[in-house]
């Protein structure tokens, strides 16, 4: 089963409103860290130039520190290509590993596959998200993390059928839970769309609650502040078990900025089918 990631018990968010899953362009973004920075440190080194006429061994040592400044903005540019540049190879990677997967497994075994898209068994153990997710960024410094859902899960569906004001004491329902939001904007979003089934409205949560994972990321302080900085970035995937095709796409952190809480911008979508 997939369920979003939880959110940071330290900083809450409101999902209340959003619209329906986002298709944008997709486009290739290269990260500048410098050219702002770049063109203050040269206007501050003029001026202690000129501040500096006359001690010319104080011209020497600001001299030396500006260069050093200089090269160390120029290393930390070269750092975030390399990064989009490494992010880029994952994923080319992990498409060409996933498609001979489809060739030479799922092909090969289409009865097998079809029957486990039909059910699912899963050992349901404890959850240590929280903490794998702290080691990963701030022990490891990973670049990149991928949620990843898929169709027919069995989650969505039990809290898709839940009724909202029910008060249970099912384990299942109050793990579940966790994918309220996902629900209400699937819910809001697929509220004039009549004809679609319940299975397709299942479908629809399952994306939305992957977004929302996305977003629940970021109330993590120290994820937050990597992605804004560029040196982490948050991925979505959705695999679906019906016809073996894989779906990816990236969270737009700066296209996000500017949004209502709860609605968020991705870029970088493709298909591997």
Known sequence: MALPVPQSTSVTTATSSSSNFPSTSPRKIKISCSQLRFSETKQAHLRLMDAFKGNSALQVKALRESQGLT???????????????????????????????????????????QNLAKVQKPKNGPSE????????????????????????????????????NKNSSSFIENWVR??????????KATATASDLNFDQQ????????????????????????????????VHGGYYDFVDCTFEKWSLNYKGSESKEEGEYSIKDREFWC
């Not at 903005?73 to 489809?102: A, G, P, W």
Request: net charge negative; hydrophobic share 35%; aromatic share 6%.
């Open 71 to 113: 090269q160390e903005i120029i290393n930390n540019e070269q750092k975030c290509v390399q990064i989009m540049d490494n992010e880029s190879e994952l994923f080319k990677e992990m498409k060409h590993r996933f498609l001979t997967f489809k060739k030479d497994k799922y092909l090969e075994n289409l009865e097998h596959f």
């Open 178 to 187: 966790i994918g309220k939001p996902a629900k209400l904007i699937s819910t």
């Open 129 to 164: 998200t929280n903490a794998a997710l702290e080691f990963s960024v701030n022990s490891l410094e990973v670049e990149n993390i991928l949620v990843v859902g898929h169709s027919c899960c069995g989650g969505i569906r039990a809290l898709m059928s839940m009724e909202d």
């Open 202 to 233: 299942c479908r629809h949560c399952e994306k939305v609650s992957i977004n929302q994972s996305l977003l629940n990321l970021l109330t993590y302080p120290w994820i937050e502040e990597k992605v804004a900085n560029g040196k982490l970035s």
